[in-house]
C-alpha cells in the first residue's frame, strides 16, 4: 500500500487468515471480522458471507493529485487473492467503496462458485463495472429476498442521501437483513435515518448491525450517511441487540472518531462493541 504512519490492523495478512481459519473450529458461535469501511467477514458454520469489501487501493490512486484527495488512513487487512473460501458476496450500491473492481473481480476468479448479491437496480452497472454477465447477480430490492449458502439476504432500502429509486422504482442503495440458524444480522449499507426505517427494522428481530458513523458535511462532496448519536439511537428504538460502528478511518477526508457514538450508547444502553480493523467478534 506504500504510505506510511498508517493505521495497522489487529491482523492482517497471514495472520487474519489464521484467525479465520481457526474460528472454523467453532461452529456453535458467529464469527465477524471488520475489514474496514463497511466491508465485514461473517463466518456460520465454515460458510462465509462478504460485506461491501473494500481491498484495494483503487480510490487512492483514481483521486492522487486532485481537489478531493482519498487519503488512506488504514492499511489493507488482506489480499482479496487470498480469499479463496467465500460462499456470497454482497455490494450494497455502486459506490467503489462498496462495489470495487480490483477487490471483487479477484474474488470472483479466487471462488467459482461464488455468490454475488447486488441491488436489482445497478445490475447492469454492476456487470460492466466487473466483466461478467448480466444474468450472474443475484438482485434484490425492497422486502425481496434470497437464500445462498445457507444465508438469507433481504433488501432493506437505504437512504445515501435520499431514497433513490430507478425507472421501475427499484431502490438503487440497500441495506441486507442476513438470517442464519437462529441469528439476523442488518448490514445498512450507507444510509441515513428516513421515515419508516426503524419500523422495517424492528419486525426483523435483529441480533447485530452494522451502522456507518462517518455523518455528513457539506464541503466532503460526497453524499453523508448516519453520525454516531444516529446510529447508537437507530439501533436503540429499533430494538436491536448489539450495534458496530462502520465506515470511518479509511480516507482521511471523510472519516469521524467513535466518540459520539460511544458515548451516546452509553447514555441510551444501547449494547455496542468497538472494533479496529481486522479485529474478530464471536458470539457468545
Given at each position: 500500500m506504500g504510505q506510511r504512519n498508517l493505521i495497522k490492523p489487529v491482523l492482517a495478512d497471514e495472520a487474519f487468515l489464521e484467525d479465520v481459519a481457526r474460528a472454523r473450529e467453532d461452529r456453535?458461535?458467529?464469527?465477524?471480522?471488520?475489514?474496514?469501511?463497511?466491508?465485514?467477514?461473517?463466518?456460520?458454520?465454515?460458510?462465509?458471507?462478504?460485506?461491501?469489501?473494500?481491498?484495494?487501493?483503487?480510490?487512492?490512486?483514481?483521486?492522487?493529485?486532485?481537489?478531493?484527495?482519498?487519503?488512506?488512513?488504514?492499511?489493507?487487512?488482506?489480499?482479496?487473492?487470498?480469499?479463496?473460501?467465500?460462499?456470497?458476496?454482497?455490494?450494497?450500491?455502486?459506490?467503489?467503496?462498496?462495489?470495487?473492481?480490483?477487490?471483487?473481480?479477484?474474488?470472483?476468479?479466487?471462488?467459482?462458485?461464488?455468490?454475488?448479491?447486488?441491488?436489482?437496480?445497478?445490475?447492469?452497472?454492476?456487470?460492466?463495472?466487473?466483466?461478467?454477465?448480466?444474468?450472474?447477480?443475484i438482485g434484490l430490492d425492497d422486502g425481496v429476498s434470497a437464500s445462498v449458502a445457507g444465508f438469507s439476504l433481504t433488501g432493506i432500502p437505504a437512504a445515501h442521501e435520499e431514497l433513490d429509486t430507478d425507472e421501475q422504482g427499484k431502490h438503487r442503495f440497500l441495506g441486507y437483513v442476513v438470517s442464519f440458524g437462529r441469528w439476523t444480522l442488518y448490514h445498512s449499507g450507507d444510509t441515513v435515518w428516513y421515515d419508516g426505517l426503524v419500523e422495517r427494522l424492528r419486525k426483523f428481530s435483529i441480533d447485530v448491525a452494522l451502522l456507518p458513523i462517518n455523518g455528513r458535511a457539506p464541503e466532503r462532496r460526497v453524499p453523508g450517511n448516519l453520525d454516531g448519536r444516529e446510529a447508537a439511537r437507530l439501533a436503540f428504538e429499533a430494538g436491536i441487540r448489539l450495534v458496530i460502528p462502520c465506515h470511518y478511518e479509511m480516507f482521511a477526508f471523510n472519516t469521524a472518531t467513535t466518540d459520539l457514538f460511544e458515548s451516546e450508547a452509553r447514555k441510551i444502553g444501547q449494547p455496542y462493541k468497538v472494533l479496529r480493523a481486522g479485529e474478530r467478534w464471536s458470539s457468545s
Open positions: 456453535t458461535q458467529v464469527h465477524l471480522w471488520w475489514l474496514g469501511q463497511s466491508g465485514f467477514l461473517i463466518q456460520w458454520q465454515g460458510r462465509h458471507l462478504l460485506l461491501d469489501p473494500y481491498l484495494s487501493d483503487s480510490l487512492t490512486k483514481k483521486y492522487a493529485g486532485t481537489d478531493k484527495p482519498h487519503v488512506r488512513m488504514t492499511e489493507r487487512v488482506v489480499d482479496p487473492e487470498r480469499l479463496d473460501f467465500i460462499d456470497v458476496v454482497t455490494s450494497s450500491h455502486n459506490h467503489t467503496d462498496h462495489l470495487d473492481a480490483e477487490t471483487l473481480i479477484p474474488l470472483l476468479h479466487r471462488n467459482p462458485g461464488v455468490k454475488l448479491i447486488v441491488p436489482e437496480a445497478n445490475r447492469r452497472f454492476v456487470a460492466e463495472r466487473l466483466g461478467i454477465d448480466e444474468a450472474f447477480p
